[in-house]
């Protein structure tokens, strides 16, 4: 079965500047890889998603990961974040094919300030 | 619109009741999920079911119950036996089980 580590359980950043969140994954396969963003007392939104093909991955609100598979990483990027960026980040991974559903990680908390 | 409605938004409860949680999807959507959720915990995986009428455990099912009679809803019943059920609950549907999941908005459930 899969696993995913996220790295960093909280991330500070100041508003404008670049931002990476971390996520390793563990398994055997090939896999689908996942990132959600969630607001304070909402639901998770899909960011983006990786299912196959070219390794960079473009997501909404101007978020991008690019999967690694010889370091097994997903990682996640913006090159200038904003105040309203600031919130949970969850990476998950499932594999296809497989009877597992998506394992999430713990989740990285995204503090933007101004 | 298509989606996931979970309701109410907020819900309390005294100690010792029961209480169901709603979620519904228009997605035809044949899987869907309970998580809960806890401060610093992540998402902690409840119960699952792929297909009407059939359902599975997951890591932390003791204390509650689901069915799912109907392919739209899957509703969850927080128990008197589940020791501490204040927590924040999300409710998720996919087209298959390795597939993005789509979320609803939350029940905050409190206990007094």
């Known amino acids: 079965a899969q696993s995913v580590t996220q790295l960093d359980s909280q991330v500070p950043v100041f508003e404008e500047a670049p931002v990476e969140l971390r996520c390793n994954y563990s398994s055997s396969v090939s896999v689908y890889l996942f990132w959600y963003v969630q607001y304070p007392n909402q639901g998770l939104q899909l960011l983006l998603k990786y299912l196959s093909g070219s390794t960079l991955v473009k997501g909404i609100n101007g978020f991008e990961a690019e999967f690694n598979k010889s370091q097994t990483s997903f990682h996640l990027r913006k090159p200038s974040v904003h105040i309203s960026d600031t919130a949970e980040y969850f990476c998950a991974v499932s594999e296809p094919g497989g009877s597992y559903i998506p394992t999430f990680g713990r989740g990285t908390s995204l503090i933007v300030h101004p | 619109d298509g989606g996931i409605t979970q309701s109410p938004k907020y819900l309390f409860r005294k100690e010792g009741q029961n209480v169901t949680l709603s979620c519904e999807q228009n997605?035809?959507?044949?899987?869907m999920y309970w998580y809960r959720q806890d401060p610093g915990q992540g998402l902690r995986l409840i119960y699952y079911s792929q297909i009407v009428n059939d359902f599975q455990k997951g890591d932390i099912a003791e204390g509650y119950s689901v069915s799912r009679e109907k392919k739209e809803s899957f509703p969850l019943t927080v128990t008197s036996a589940q020791k501490n059920p204040t927590a924040f609950y999300l409710c998720?549907?996919?087209?298959?089980?390795?597939?993005?999941?789509?979320f609803g908005p939350g029940t905050r459930l409190t206990v007094l």
């Open positions: 998720a549907s996919s087209i298959g089980l390795v597939n993005e999941q789509f």
């Open positions: 997605l035809n959507h044949d899987a």
